[in-house]
């Protein structure tokens, strides 16, 4: 784990697409190369991988965000996804209960992880309930929750709860069958606004926000990782998605995470945030 220094007082999450100041990584396993690529895709190759994660990190460090950096303890190729187990909200962090029973003990080594940083919990989805982190987008005063292969309506109903607490209604957006989760198609990119890859998550969810739909064959570049209001970390290989992004006045930071683009992995699942103004 990386040194840090960030101090995790009252304030979390002040607002979901403030300006992103600490967050916490995973580094990628051996076992990624044991994830089923995409179709149409290579297999991912660790050593590139863990290259991409390390420009991921250093990144996030150009523009000021305190990041923690964890080693993979599971034979897990998803490990990496550390936006999965958990959730920011204001004052806490939500621990999820993931659909893969593999995925579970994530959940567990997170919380172990947060409480020795200190950082307070807000809650944990309990058992019937399944929600995974990725299935979960904040933006504005509103929680989107993917409703796909994952997670059920117990874990759904159990975080609309706690998220009222909150101050956030919830929407549930219908995923197409091949989405394997909903940050892989969408990402909120400031409160007003949500990326969204066109065919690939229900647009009718969406109603009150602007929405940038991204063509067709690209629909996995809206899963860009906010850094500021209108101002994202994305992954390189979608030249027309990034156009399109720029020409809707958003600013693109672009950087090669071939590697994770090959199993499904976004840059927003990537991350798991936990502080931002």
Same mark, same amino acid.
């Given at each position: 784990?990386?040194?840090?220094? %960030? ?38 190759? @660790?050593?590139?991988? !863990? ?10 460090? *150009? ?9 993979? &303890? ?5 490990? @990496? @996804? ?13 621990? %999820? ?11 567990? !080594? ?13 809650? &944990? ?100 990782? @906010? ?30 995470? *071939? ?19």
């Amino acid at each position: 784990m990386t040194a840090h220094t %960030m101090e995790f007082g009252p304030r979390l999450v002040a607002t979901p697409t403030g300006r992103l100041q600490s967050l916490i990584l995973v580094r990628p396993n051996v076992n990624i190369e044991r994830a089923a690529p995409l179709a149409g895709e290579p297999g991912s190759i @660790c050593a590139r991988a !863990r290259e991409q994660h390390a420009v991921l990190q250093t990144t996030l460090a *150009y523009f000021g965000v305190e990041t923690i950096v964890f080693e993979s &303890h599971a034979t897990d190729p998803y490990e @990496c @996804c550390a936006a999965n187990p958990a959730l920011a909200f204001g004052d806490g962090v939500l621990v %999820m209960r993931p659909t893969q029973m593999s995925r579970r003990a994530e959940a567990d !080594r997170m919380q172990s992880e947060l409480a020795r940083l200190e950082i307070p919990l807000a809650g &944990h989805i309990a058992g019937p309930g399944m929600l995974d982190g990725n299935d979960v987008i904040l933006a504005g005063t509103t929680a989107f929750i993917g409703v796909g292969s994952r997670g059920n309506q117990i874990g759904r109903a159990g975080f609309a709860q706690l998220a009222r607490a909150y101050g956030y209604r919830t929407v549930e957006v219908q995923l197409a069958p091949d989405v394997p989760a909903l940050r892989c198609v969408a990402a909120a990119v400031a409160a007003d606004t949500i990326v969204i890859g066109a065919d690939k998550a229900d647009p009718g969810a969406f109603q009150g926000f602007r929405t940038i739909v991204l063509e067709r064959g690209e629909e996995m570049a809206a899963g860009v990782l @906010c850094l500021d209001e209108r101002h994202v970390v994305a992954d390189v290989r979608y030249r027309t998605a990034l156009s399109q992004m720029h020409r809707a006045g958003i600013t693109v930071e672009s950087i090669d995470l *071939y590697d994770f683009a090959k199993i499904g992995v976004t840059p927003s699942m990537l991350a798991l945030v936990l502080k931002r103004d």
